[in-house]
């Protein structure tokens, strides 16, 4: 009845009136921030746009699990392992370059501290109802049981059930006992989840073009294989492609510490590159935000790291998907990154959509073609044949790569025609005006690069201070 729903409500609110919320790096009341998710679905709800719903927000049990799941690692961590357990150990480093011993002994549905902004908390979006649907793919080779299932239940546990269409773990080709039949026999039974197997090594580049074409969901969700998803980290990133199916959307990505299986916050920063094609973070200056009022509002960013990130599926495969050329991985993010902006899409951060990951101590595996400097090299070098225009040389003197063919790249060419792409130079001016002149080329190669004098200040825009005209003909030699 009418009368009895403000009685339910003062019921439920004098139960979580002594609760906490915590997470980043705080606590607060959890009545307040009920108070104050209530309050803004109410005024939102004539827009269309509601609250996160109770499987995306903090209560009693998650806060008495985390609770729990931390004594059980902090107790592992002060554990005097036997020499099993050391043979174990290391064991586990050797196949992972990570803690797998601590990883193995933790609950698959373990739960660390919510590492959301508070204000994460009240913002509201359109229902679940008219979101896109999503398949989340998982690829892996030779993963850790563990961390392989963790990820998977880690989205199980924390997502709306109506968001999640399908799970795909794309087998590329593992060869450890441990993720055949038995994993088989595991994945069967876990609620939306296929195991899907390329007959051989593929990389990770053709492997994600694979399992996007399995896929049934309206949009794209990319993890790696050891990761655990935060509460309420999908709706922020289909909200973004439910408002622009151009735009494509990626989690703060937080860290699992490789040796403590900690949860540490990351940084709210952008994607960004070197003119070597490097990828890095770099600090948001509150001026780069589109609401400068609001800490916690998607903003640009000109590169993704390319591991974990959402995307309209049919627009996936609408924008050249990957570079088929490339092998392994390497790059793949770069020349999407510089794809999708000069092709008519965006690239966003999203604060409120929190993934964590672990970054391993180093890579565990060989690259399929046995020598990674040149796989990562050509691949990177196709990057620059196709996008980078008439400053592709610039490239070539940083990063020390022109002895590496690039292959036939006429394919990505024609793509970049069909498709209408504007420049490279339009990307430098409208969307990385901060990709500074590489000032240390003159130094590095004398008067091979005359125009390229060194600016003061090196932190403006190089194209602001040099009238920058490329005439590289002996840097092509080298």
């Not at 400068?292 to 000109?302: G, N, Q, V």
């Not at 400097?373 to 040389?393: F, H, Q, S």
């Not at 125009?451 to 590289?472: D, E, I």
Request: glycine share 6%; aromatic share 10%; charged share 25%.
């Amino acid at each position: 009845s009418n009368n009895a729903q403000p009685l339910r409500l003062k019921v439920l609110y004098t139960a979580i009136a002594r609760m906490l919320w915590c997470g980043a790096g705080r606590c607060v009341p959890l009545l307040l921030l009920l108070l104050v998710v209530q309050l803004q679905g109410h005024a939102m709800v004539q827009g269309q746009l509601v609250p996160l719903t109770a499987i995306s927000l903090p209560n009693q049990d998650k806060y008495d699990q985390v609770v729990r799941d931390e004594e059980l690692r902090h107790a592992l961590l002060e554990q005097e392992r036997g020499s099993a357990d050391q043979q174990e150990y290391e064991e586990g480093y050797r196949r992972n370059q990570f803690n797998q011993w601590i990883s193995d002994r933790i609950s698959l549905h373990r739960r660390s501290w919510d590492t959301r902004d508070m204000p994460c908390l009240g913002k509201v979006y359109h229902p679940v109802q008219t979101l896109p649907t999503a398949s989340i793919i998982i690829i892996f080779y030779n993963e850790a049981r563990s961390t392989l299932l963790r990820t998977v239940w880690s989205v199980l546990d924390r997502t709306p059930p109506l968001l999640v269409k399908e799970i795909l773990l794309v087998d590329d080709g593992s060869s450890m006992l441990h993720l055949g039949q038995e994993l088989e026999q595991e994945v069967y039974d876990i609620p939306k989840t296929k195991l899907l197997r390329l007959p051989e090594r593929s990389g990770l580049i053709r492997a994600k073009v694979f399992g996007a074409e399995e896929a049934q969901g309206d949009a794209l969700v990319f993890l790696d294989s050891h990761c655990e998803v935060n509460d309420g980290w999908l709706e922020p990133l289909l909200d973004r492609i439910h408002r622009n199916r151009a735009t494509v959307a990626m989690p703060i990505i937080d860290v699992i510490e490789y040796e403590t299986w900690e949860h540490k916050t990351a940084l709210v920063e952008r994607g960004v590159f070197d003119w070597s094609l490097t990828f890095d973070w770099k600090s948001l200056d509150v001026t780069e935000r589109v609401d400068e009022s609001d800490a916690t509002a998607p903003f640009p960013s000109p590169a993704m790291a390319g591991g974990l990130f959402a995307i309209d599926r049919q627009y996936f495969f609408d924008i050249g998907a990957y570079d088929m050329g490339m092998e392994t991985w390497g790059g793949e993010n770069i020349e999407m990154s510089i794809r999708i902006w000069t092709c008519g899409g965006r690239i966003e951060a999203v604060p409120c959509s929190h993934v964590a990951h672990v970054f391993r101590r180093k890579a565990p595996y060989a690259f399929k073609t046995g020598n990674p400097d040149a796989t990562i090299g050509r691949n990177v070098n196709r990057v620059a044949e196709v996008w980078l225009d008439e400053y592709k040389d610039i490239y070539y003197a940083k990063s020390g790569n022109r002895r590496f063919e690039a292959g036939d790249v006429s394919d990505r060419l024609a793509l970049k025609q069909s498709l209408n792409c504007k420049s490279f130079s339009w990307y430098l001016r409208k969307v990385f005006p901060d990709l500074g002149l590489p000032y240390d080329l003159q130094v590095k190669n004398g008067q091979l690069f005359p125009g390229l004098s060194c600016p003061n200040p090196f932190t403006q825009a190089w194209y602001k201070l040099v009238r920058f005209t490329p005439n590289l003909s002996v840097a092509s030699r080298m």
